[in-house]
């Protein structure tokens, strides 16, 4: 019924920079929020980056003014940009759609994550 599909993880340098695309697909529709989370080795899931459907974004400290995230909502799809990658950044990055499949309860639906490793 519902797609969500993660692309553009992979191996960089410390310092480095990533692009990561999500675009969800299938039954949704009404999507509001768009979000990033990570997950590292032996830590639990935390949230990275939001952007509203208004176009707000929120991000989290540990990635503000190096991370930017950004929609185009006519194809359903979220983007986060990195740069300034660090070791901590590591870690398996989901993405997170909340909306609406055909006529059932507005939800969250999951991306099945993305390696992102960091490494000199």
């Known amino acids: 019924q519902v797609q969500v599909v993660e692309s553009g993880g992979g191996l960089v340098r410390p310092g480095g920079l990533l692009r990561l695309s999500c675009t969800a697909s299938?039954?949704?529709?009404?999507?509001?929020?768009m979000a990033w989370y990570r997950q590292a080795p032996g830590k639990s899931r935390e949230l990275v980056a939001v952007?509203?459907?208004?176009?707000?974004?929120d991000y989290s400290d540990s990635v503000k003014g190096r991370f930017l995230i950004s929609r185009d909502s006519l194809k359903n799809t979220v983007y986060l940009g990195m740069h300034s990658l660090k070791l901590e950044d590591a870690g398996v990055y989901y993405c997170?759609?909340?909306?609406?499949?055909?006529?059932?309860?507005?939800?969250?639906?999951w991306g099945q994550g993305t390696q992102v490793t960091v490494s000199s």
């Open positions: 997170n759609v909340n909306g609406i499949s055909g006529f059932g309860p507005r939800r969250d639906y």
């Open positions: 952007v509203h459907q208004d176009g707000r974004t």
């Open positions: 299938g039954s949704i529709h009404s999507i509001n929020d």
